[in-house]
């Protein structure tokens, strides 16, 4: 094998499953990288211990797992005349806001957010399983050698899983004997997150995206079954996605209930596929209604939505900015534009909304309101409380 099939059989493997490969040259300098973005090259590259894994004369992957917010793993590859190295991740446990990206990759933390963002969308959200199933297809794809996943963890003293029931072993076997892998979970992911931040453009992309990779698994024999099963577990994740954008829980069952029903009266796949589609642009549009986004640009979106979703922490007008893609001074005077008020205006606003149900539905203390919004103190939440409400938050849940 040389190194053009190396780079051929890279970026098969990341096109199926989207997981960042880096080749190492022996000068250890970077040959390729998948994707190919600005930067892939910044990602950590964890040295290789002394002793490798191997399984007979073939090396196994080596597992990297210390840090505590993602992971990866390295594969030697011996040449005739030279080796390189193959690095495959990193993979995340869970997405990370900005702020938390900085800090598990410091050398990115200089970069402008236009080179930033991409990078951290460039890394996947994924279970374990699906990662160490990966490396068995790796290791079978260079080395023509099958490798067992349970080998790979053993030769990195890694414990295994408790013993899995034997229908769902049966389930595994045909999916790896077929090579059917299910659809990453980081696409599903991305399709909730694009439908709770109300972005009907991104929330098509990850439609198509889910197409491109895997299976979703097999819910019938009948496919016609089979589809319908799907649609309603699509329909389920998308009605709470949009609940958590603020749509009001009446209206998302109501859509919720009248797409099942029209499901069942579908007699064919592509209906069904098509029906699929037209939904999660409905609930994507009532999620952007109810965040009051679907007037603004892009930049005040992600702002907006950075700071719906950090109501709970210290936030600074720098990381708003930072989360909109502008500059601290631009960013301010097109959010005023926009909405006609600062942005730590609109945070408070947002924050007093949040606190009248803790308020009156969870029955939480105004000191502990407080804490839990980052106000500075107990007084200054009822000083912003009152000035948007005309009244102070104990008088408020008296009221109700």
Do not use: W
Request: with cysteine; net charge neutral; glycine share 2%.
């Amino acid at each position: 094998m040389d190194i053009r099939s190396i780079r051929h059989n890279c970026r098969l493997l990341y096109h199926l499953t989207q997981i960042p490969i880096r080749c190492l040259s022996p000068d250890s300098s970077i040959c390729f990288t998948f994707p190919h973005l600005e930067g892939m090259e910044r990602f950590p590259l964890p040295l290789l211990p002394e002793s490798l894994p191997h399984k007979n004369t073939v090396p196994l992957p080596v597992l990297f797992m210390e840090n505590n917010a993602y992971y990866s793993a390295a594969l030697p590859l011996a040449l005739i005349d030279r080796n390189f190295t193959l690095y495959f991740g990193p993979c995340l446990f869970s997405r990370l806001s900005d702020r938390e990206f900085k800090q598990s990759f410091p050398d990115f933390s200089a970069l402008p957010p236009d080179m930033r963002f991409p990078l951290m969308s460039a890394l996947p959200v994924m279970e374990q399983e699906y990662f160490y199933n990966f490396l068995s297809l790796a290791c079978s794809l260079f080395f023509r050698e099958k490798v067992h996943t349970e080998e790979i963890l053993e030769a990195n003293h890694l414990k295994m899983s408790a013993p899995i029931p034997a229908a769902v072993q049966k389930t595994l076997f045909h999916r790896r004997e077929s090579a059917a892998f299910h659809t990453p979970y980081s696409y599903e992911k991305n399709l909730l997150d694009a439908v709770r931040s109300g972005d009907v453009i991104r929330a098509k992309e990850c439609m198509n995206e889910l197409s491109l990779t895997g299976k979703p698994g097999i819910l019938s024999l009948n496919p016609l079954r089979h589809a319908q099963n799907l649609f309603i577990a699509h329909i389920t994740q998308i009605t709470r996605a949009a609940m958590e954008a603020g749509v009001e829980e009446d209206m998302a069952y109501a859509m919720s209930d009248s797409y099942i029903q029209a499901s069942e009266k579908c007699t064919s796949v592509t209906r069904l596929l098509s029906l699929r589609d037209q939904a999660t642009g409905e609930f994507t549009a009532a999620a952007a209604k109810a965040r009051g986004l679907t007037s603004h640009s892009p930049a005040i979106r992600r702002a907006i939505n950075y700071m719906n979703d950090h109501q709970q922490e210290k936030v600074y007008l720098s990381d708003i900015a930072c989360a909109a893609g502008l500059s601290r001074d631009r960013f301010s005077h097109l959010f005023r534009e926009e909405m006609g008020m600062s942005p730590m205006e609109y945070l408070n606003r947002k924050r007093v909304e949040t606190s009248k149900s803790l308020l009156t539905v969870f029955q939480y203390s105004i000191s502990e309101i407080s804490m839990i919004l980052s106000f500075s103190s107990q007084s200054h939440y009822i000083s912003v409380f009152k000035k948007y409400t005309g009244m102070t938050p104990r008088q408020y849940r008296d009221a109700f």
